[in-house]
């Protein structure tokens, strides 16, 4: 697109589905505390300017279809899978929790203490504790030396300003694709993309690469 976005379309036609999702390039790897990219991707779905969190799960739901989003190393991503017919409404909520999440802070303390109960569990695995040292061991303090998901003291420090932070300084047409797969033709596809994502434009801000577990 004008904006640099770019349109992958794979065509598949054998059955009436569509799976479309926003990949942007960065996620854990950006983080300036840990665990930041991964709450930022999860509360894309939690709510829009417009949309609360169980009106986008209703809206999707009324339509037969599923929506996800989250991040992880490298990538953050929000997609939708629905009957191609429905896809028209589908990719207008897609569009609108990729472009204007509200990121309320009653979903962020929400998640956060989601988080922190699920952390405090895992850390009294074995499993856990070890992948944690070796990510630390093998990647010191570069970008991936820390926990993708946070750690309790960087989950407690994460505010919605370092989300805002994030998301702004990430989230570009020009580091995103937006990827069709299914029963949709390319000029369908284009005709979605430049309609929903063609008027996105960058924000100002670029991720700091300093990072804090």
Known sequence: L???M??????????????ATVVVRHGAEADDLAGAASMTGELLTKGTETMSAPQIANAIESLGGSIESGA??????????????????ALKIL????????????????????????????????????R????RLVFGAGPYGHAAAG????????QRDNIVHFYKANYRPSEAALIF??????????????????DWKEEAGRP??????
């Open 208 to 213: 700091n690469e300093q990072k804090t577990s």
């Open 95 to 130: 569009s609108d929790v990729v472009r204007h999440p509200a990121f309320q802070e009653e979903e962020i303390d929400r998640l956060r203490n989601q988080r922190v109960d699920q952390l405090r569990v895992e850390l009294q695995q074995p499993g856990t504790l070890a």
């Open 132 to 135: 944690f040292v070796a990510e």
């Open 151 to 158: 750690t309790l003291d960087s989950l407690a420090k994460i």
């Open 72 to 89: 992880a190393w490298d990538q953050s991503a929000a997609g939708v899978v629905v009957m191609s017919d429905k896809a028209a409404e």
């Open 181 to 198: 797969a299914g029963d949709i033709t390319l000029d369908q596809a284009k005709k979605f993309a430049q309609s929903l994502f063609g």
């Open 2 to 4: 004008g904006n640099g």
């Open 6 to 19: 770019r349109v992958i379309v794979v065509e598949r036609h054998q059955l009436p589905l569509l799976a």
